[in-house]
C-alpha cells in the first residue's frame, strides 16, 4: 500500500510539472487571471506576472476581456483585482475591457466568480491565467465547473529556480490530491 501511494504522489507531481507549459494560445472571449497577493497598490512580483501575461494576451488579439479576481488580504484598502485593473490601465487596457471580482481568497472561489461573470457578461470560452504550476489545478477545477478553457501559463514567473519551484509543486500536490478527494464526495 504504502508503494502505491508513493506512486500516485509521484505521478500526481510528474502530472502537474509536464502540464505546467501546457500553453493553448486559442481566441477566446476572456482572460481570467488568478489572483495573488498585492502588496499595497501594488501587485505582488507572482501577481504582476500573470497581470502582463494576460496584458500581452490582450494586446496580441487572443482576448478581448481581463478578467481579475480576488478579494481584499488581511488589513488591505484595496482588494487584489482592483489593484490588477488599475495596474493594467496603467498599461494602456481599456476600462471598458476589465471585468473584476472582489470577494474570492482562493482558487476555487475565483473560478466560481468567474464563472458567475461570464454567465453575466455571456462569455462562452475563457482563458485561464496563472503561474505553471498552478495551471493543472485550475484547469481541473474550471471543468467541473464546466467552464470552457484554455490554458495560458505566465512565461516569466516568478517561480524559477529549483529552491522556489519545488515547494510550489509540493504545495499543488497536495491540493491538487485535496480537489480530486473532495469531488469524489
Known amino acids: 500500500m504504502f508503494f502505491i501511494l508513493v506512486l500516485y504522489f509521484l505521478w500526481t507531481a ?8 501546457k500553453m493553448e ?10 489572483g495573488a497577493a498585492s502588496w499595497g497598490d501594488k501587485p505582488s512580483p ?4 500573470r497581470i502582463n501575461h494576460a496584458i500581452w494576451l490582450y494586446e496580441n ?7 481579475f479576481t480576488g478579494g481584499k488580504g488581511n488589513g488591505a484598502k484595496l482588494a487584489e483585482s482592483e489593484v490588477a485593473k488599475v495596474y493594467a490601465m496603467k498599461q494602456g487596457v481599456r476600462e471598458n475591457d476589465i471585468l473584476i471580482e472582489t470577494n474570492s481568497k482562493m482558487t476555487e472561489e475565483n473560478l466560481e466568480e468567474v ?15 496563472s503561474d505553471p504550476l498552478h495551471m493543472k489545478r485550475a484547469i ?7 467552464l470552457k478553457v ?8 516568478e517561480y524559477k529556480s529549483l529552491k522556489t519551484k519545488v515547494p510550489f509543486l509540493i504545495k499543488e500536490m497536495f491540493y491538487y490530491i485535496g480537489y480530486k478527494l ?4
Open 14 to 21: 510528474i502530472s502537474i510539472w509536464s502540464f505546467a507549459n
Open 46 to 49: 507572482v501577481f504582476r506576472e
Open 115 to 129: 464563472k458567475k461573470i461570464a454567465i453575466n457578461e455571456e462569455i462562452k470560452t475563457l482563458t485561464i491565467v
Open 61 to 67: 488579439g487572443y482576448v478581448s476581456k481581463l478578467i
Open 150 to 157: 484554455y490554458s495560458a501559463p505566465t512565461q516569466s514567473s
Open 25 to 34: 494560445l486559442e481566441q477566446s472571449d476572456a482572460a481570467a487571471v488568478l
Open 140 to 146: 481541473a477545477i474550471a471543468h467541473h465547473l464546466d
Open 182 to 185: 473532495f469531488t469524489l464526495f
